[in-house]
Nanobody
Framework: QLVESGGGLVQPGGSLRLSCAAS????????MSWYRQAPGKERELVAS????????YYLDSVKGRFAISRDKAKNTVYLQMNSLKPEDTAVYLC?????????WGPGTQVTVSS
């Protein structure tokens, strides 16, 4: 099970920190990712982090603004989002993947608006 939290309404230029708490599977053996889906748009991969956290991937439009991290002790993955823009508005979803096994959270809404 994955449960996201930390979303909300923020002004342009502001920051949010999303959390995704994992349970019921071996968190330390799964690649963790954050996706987002805006109304009328396809779901897109925002960031990923490898099993031990040594490798990360970012969508070009968030590079330098977002940072993904994971805490093995807390079974949690984070997405620190800075310098938020209106175009970052979306539902943000957490995904865990290991081979054929995949879990998704229900998502958390992020709205960037003045």
């Amino acid at each position: 099970q994955l449960v996201e939290s930390g979303g909300g309404l923020v002004q342009p230029g502001g920051s949010l920190r999303l959390s995704c708490a994992a349970s019921g599977f071996s968190f330390s053996t799964y690649i963790m990712s954050w996706y987002r889906q805006a109304p009328g748009k396809e779901r897109e991969l925002v960031a990923s982090i490898s099993i031990i956290g040594s490798n990360t991937y970012y969508l070009d439009s968030v590079k330098g603004r977002f940072a993904i991290s994971r805490d093995k002790a807390k079974n949690t993955v984070y997405l620190q989002m800075n310098s938020l823009k209106p175009e970052d508005t979306a539902v943000y979803l957490c995904k865990a993947k290991s081979g054929p096994y995949e879990y998704w959270g229900p998502g958390t809404q992020v709205t960037v608006s003045s």
